[in-house]
């Protein structure tokens, strides 16, 4: 059985966890527009299929970013209990599963 201070210790490294994650998308979002602006200017200008190309694959990107962020979000606040543990391990799982996926996408184009 937990105790309180097992509880408050499982929460201090999901906060951590939680928030070394969310930057981690954040920079990743941050290299997708460098990279993805980069390709746009290597579009030649009559080829517009080249640019929805680039617009299709950051909407994707920025799809799987909105539904993972919305679960981190919503599990802040989540009093803290011990039944709500997994409920935050599980948030935090769906961002990093977003994660990947979006590494993998740029990666791919």
Do not use: Q
Request: charged fraction near 25%; glycine fraction near 4%.
């Amino acid at each position: 059985m937990l105790t309180e201070d097992d509880v408050r210790t499982k929460d201090r490294v999901w906060r951590v966890t939680a928030f070394a994650v969310v930057i981690a998308n954040v920079v990743l979002g941050v290299v997708e527009l460098k990279h993805y602006g980069g390709v746009s200017d290597d579009c030649l200008f009559d080829d517009p299929e080249c640019g929805r190309r680039i617009d299709h694959a950051l909407d994707i990107s920025n799809t799987w970013e909105g539904i993972a962020a919305l679960p981190v979000v919503l599990s802040l606040f989540l009093p803290l209990r011990r039944s709500t543990t997994p409920w935050r391990i599980a948030c935090v799982a769906v961002l990093a599963l977003s994660f990947v996926v979006r590494l993998i996408l740029l990666i791919s184009r």
